[in-house]
């Protein structure tokens, strides 16, 4: 009876604390009073699930030794003819009794039970905690559960007093009552401490709990396996702990397999001489290999891929290559491992902590990375403020940029120094600082001056900027090139810049096209007035040469008239006869026939005898055609 009360108590207190925990983490799922209170409830469903298998013992033992009598209704109901129902159910090929009887052993509802205590306890496992207001609740509960650890502590002093003889399951109670009484006092720090956020105090109760639990689960599970015993055997107590039987002082991990070993095998390892020998030796013999062991923490391997900074009495002193080197042992001496030359990728619009983007395959899609259209959302873009200029007025526009860098730590011993003491998290110092330079860099150039600039030398401007600032500021970060991705509106904007765009080239072609068209008729009307000019030219200066030729063959004609007289005369008009009958036919008379008359010149022309004969013969018969 007493074990049922006490079942009844922890119950209720148990539905209470889950109640308030199930409340609190409601209203703020990062307060730490949700996990004290389902860690400490958790280990109170435990101990209600040890207390009530001793009542079932108990209470199977008070039935053997004083059995209840049974009614004559009850007799003859056992002695009437089976039902319908148990005649059908003997039909069936499975045997629905020893189903039945597994389902209600205790070993499924122990596996049941610790099933539950897993869940609660998981419940209210946190990874990240608030700290706690200053004021009297936090130490109410501080008294409430010191006065349940003194409950708690004069139950299990009680229990482990009780003689085996008077309750064989007290010995067995008392461990759980133990890890209680641990998980209650792991409770206070804390409260206690209510500035101090770190999970695993505050978790630590939970993780007692969660290990006593799957004890229970695997032990009651194994008993499935267990032979089955008789039916008037006594019932064997299952929820007993031996993690919890570890909770004493001194502690005495190996007693429980030297008490097991005597018990099945009979071996007394107290009474072998090896064991006595290796327990006299144990202490210096592991004194010494813990001496040697930390000697050899001043052994130091670095790859080859890394470089080592040694420490000496945290100064560094000396960057170490690859290789085995030894210094004075933790925590005299240390070394710091950093890179030895690996090359980075770092996108200035890539946030901090976005996941790397998996490895595409060879055959299959590009990855999104890729993608460079400017009417899709980039992760990896970063928005800039640029200048604008709309007719005389000027205006910020914002666009999109893909700007990637490619660093590497230094390769000398000063730059592997400042990049491990100098920053904390170099990636984001160079962001930052792309950021600033980029800022710098866009906000005096418009976006037609952007797009229509050399990437190359936009990058490598970028890249000189970005590494005195990094020079600066010693990080001891190479920046090996820097990579213009893209530079465009943003994806929201893009269709209408396209539209702009296709109309401004429109209109430049146009433009462009009247410019060679007008060019083109200049060019032939400059070509024809020229040839015009220049023929008006040459036929004036033609006349006018020929007018001077006249002129001088008059006047050279005067003067040889004045000179020679008649005889120039006559020989200018034999010359002048000369080129006129030079090409026509002649018919020359002797002219010495008509002494008195001068010579007589017929210009007539007569045709000769071939032609005379052609046209004088007669004209050849058409021949007819037959009738």
């Not at 720090?189 to 505050?202: G, H, W, Y």
């Not at 619009?349 to 993608?371: H, K, R, T, V, W």
């Not at 952007?450 to 990094?470: D, E, F, P, T, Y």
């Amino acid at each position: 009876m007493l074990a049922a009360r006490v079942v009844f108590g922890l119950g209720a207190t148990i539905f209470l604390m889950l109640v308030v925990a199930l409340i609190t983490h409601t209203f703020e799922s990062s307060s730490r009073w949700a996990a004290l209170l389902t860690s400490n409830a958790a280990v109170l469903m435990l101990l209600a699930v040890a207390f009530y298998n001793a009542q079932r013992i108990c209470q199977w033992r008070a039935d053997i030794f004083a059995p209840p009598l049974k009614s004559e209704e009850a007799l003859t109901e056992a002695e009437a003819s089976p039902t319908i129902y148990q005649r059908l159910g003997a039909l069936i090929p499975v045997n629905v009794k020893r189903i039945n009887a597994a389902l209600k052993s205790d070993g499924i509802s122990l596996a049941l039970m610790a099933a539950l205590v897993l869940f609660v306890t998981l419940s209210g496992w946190g990874a990240n905690y608030v700290g706690l207001d200053e004021g009297t609740l936090r130490w109410a509960a501080v008294g409430i559960i010191a006065a349940a650890m003194f409950a708690t502590l004069v139950a299990e002093r009680h229990l482990a007093a009780t003689a085996s003889e008077a309750w064989p399951e007290a010995k067995f109670i008392a461990p759980i009552l133990r890890l209680t009484l641990a998980v209650q006092f792991l409770s206070l720090p804390p409260l206690v401490f209510p500035s101090v956020t770190l999970s695993l105090l505050i978790n630590l109760p939970a993780i007692l709990v969660l290990l006593v639990a799957i004890e229970f689960l695997l032990r009651g599970l194994f008993s499935l396996f267990m032979p089955p015993k008789a039916e008037d055997a006594e019932p064997e107590y299952l929820a007993k702990s031996q993690l919890a039987a570890q909770l004493v002082w001194p502690p005495r991990p190996l007693l429980f397999l030297q008490h097991e070993i005597h018990q099945h095998f009979g071996i007394d390892l107290r009474q072998l001489w090896a064991f006595t020998v290796l327990k006299r030796a144990f202490v210096p013999v592991v004194a010494v290999m813990m001496l040697c062991g930390w000697l050899l923490t001043g052994i130091q391997q670095v790859s080859t891929t890394q470089r080592g900074i040694y420490e000496r009495f945290g100064k560094p002193v000396a960057v170490l290559p690859a290789g085995l080197h030894y210094g004075l042992p933790w925590p005299f001496g240390q070394v710091m491992l950093t890179e030895n030359g690996q090359v980075h990728e770092l996108a200035a619009g890539e946030e901090p902590d976005a996941a790397s983007e998996p490895l595409a395959s060879a055959e299959g899609n590009a990855p999104q990375s890729a993608d460079r259209l400017w009417d899709a959302v980039h992760s990896f873009d970063k928005a800039q403020i640029i200048a604008s200029q709309s007719g005389d007025q000027q205006s910020l526009q914002i666009i999109n940029s893909d700007v990637r860098f490619m660093w590497r730590i230094g390769l000398t011993d000063n730059a592997a120094l400042a990049a491990t003491y100098r920053s904390n998290n170099l990636p984001e110092l160079i962001r930052s600082t792309a950021n600033q330079v980029l800022v710098h860099q866009f906000s005096s150039l418009t976006l037609e001056q952007l797009l229509g600039a050399q990437r190359n030398a936009l990058a490598s401007q970028i890249n000189r900027a970005v590494q005195q600032r990094l020079d600066e500021l010693h990080s001891g970060v190479e920046l090996l090139s820097t990579v213009v991705e893209a530079i465009h509106p943003p994806a929201g904007a893009a269709d209408a810049f396209h539209g702009v765009q296709a109309a401004q080239i429109s209109a430049q072609a146009l433009v462009s096209r009247e410019r060679g068209h007008a060019a083109q008729l200049a060019a032939s009307a400059q070509t024809t007035a020229t040839t015009r000019q220049n023929q008006a030219q040459m036929n004036a200066t033609d006349v006018t040469s020929k007018a001077q030729a006249t002129a001088v063959r008059f006047a050279a004609q005067k003067q040889a008239v004045e000179q020679s007289g008649q005889v120039f005369v006559d020989e200018l008009w034999f010359s002048q006869l000369h080129q006129t009958l030079g090409h026509s036919p002649l018919m020359i008379i002797d002219s010495r026939i008509g002494a008195g008359s001068p010579p007589t010149i017929d210009l007539r022309e007569f045709p000769s005898l071939n032609e005379a004969a052609r046209r004088d013969a007669p004209s050849k018969p058409t021949q007819e055609s037959s009738r």
